[in-house]
């Protein structure tokens, strides 16, 4: 009897493994391919290089993956069973002895996993390669800008105090060569010639710098007691005030920095985390009477209902979102928890709703 039931319970997995490998497949490929498109007009536009993008798309591919575990799973059950239930395998199942808690049982045992998958995907991995990408990215803007400096020319920044002048680039076009640079300091002119120069950004304060290699450096009026001439190997000059290239990038941080922050914002990103995997377990269970038909209904009748409640379901989620920004009607401590314990009620209702319909006690 035992070995009838764990068989039961692989094939119950493997039909719903086999549909959930090809729809997170469809999926992601999807998203994928509209990132894809995105990326390559940004790289026609000048805004990204295009040697950046396939990794842009890896590291964007983590945090998509961790977004469709939910759905993939939620649709993929609800293919799986409703086949079996058109088919009448599961009509022939249940009059085998086969109950309903074991449906839930092999659905909970691919459900538990997948969901420490999310978790581990959502916590840790999605926030380290978005921070990852916004590094890329910003290394990426040094190099474009130095790019769109012209050899042979004088260029004028920051309204005139910063003229600097360039004869090449370094072979890897990530260096500037031979560099002359007239800036003014403290209603001071002074001047600066070195060998090579490159850009550079202040990862806490997003301050952009300019440093120069092997140069001298003159300040002051030549003739004057004051005048200066000093020879050096390293100096940095500040080009422009931006905003901070990380800080404001949520989706970056890392768990315990949204934990301890108490910024309504890092509230809404962290409780958005931390529901994702009681999302893929909740959604896995709701599966299971969703997907219960009879052999006249359509292929994909209860297929167009379950995306219908994932929208609804996603949508209310974002509302939710927005309420919390402006603390309107929810408070912040409770979050989005509300709104899964709805669906976790809706789970219990429909549980005891399907067992009353199979005639069970």
Known sequence: MMNKLLLVDRYFMREIITTFVAVILVLLLILVSHRFVHYLEKAAMGSISGDIIFTLLGLQSLRLLSLILPAALFLSIILALGRMYRDLEMIALFASGISLQRVYRAVLLLAIPLALLTAVLTWWVVPLAMQTLYQLKTLDEQNLQLKMVNPGRFHVLKQGDLVFY????????????????????????????????????????????????????????????????????????????????????????????????????????????????????????????????????????????????????????????????????????????????????????????????????
């Open 166 to 361: 360039v004869e090449q680039f370094s072979k890897d076009e990530r260096q500037l060569k031979e560099v002359f640079i007239q800036h003014k300091q403290q209603k001071k002119i002074g001047l600066v010639a070195s060998d090579f120069a490159s850009s550079f950004i202040d990862a806490k304060t997003g301050q952009r710098y300019l440093e120069l290699k092997n140069g001298i450096r003159y300040q002051g009026v030549a003739g004057r007691a004051d005048y200066q001439i000093i020879k050096f190997s390293r100096y940095v000059l500040q080009l422009k005030q931006s905003q901070p290239v990380f800080q404001s990038k949520r989706s970056g941080k890392s768990m315990q920095a949204l934990w301890s922050s108490t910024l309504v914002k890092d509230s809404i990103e962290l409780h958005a985390r931390l529901g994702m995997p009681v999302s893929v377990l909740l959604f896995a269970m709701l599966a299971v009477p969703l997907s219960r038909s009879s052999p006249r209904e359509g292929k994909y009748g209860k297929l167009l209902v379950g995306v219908l409640v994932y929208l609804l379901y996603f949508n209310l989620i974002g509302v939710m979102q927005h309420w919390l920004r402006h603390q309107e009607l929810v408070m912040v401590g409770i979050g989005m928890w509300w709104l899964h314990g709805v669906l976790f009620v809706l789970v219990i209702f429909l549980w005891f709703y399907d067992r009353q319909l199979r005639g069970y006690a």
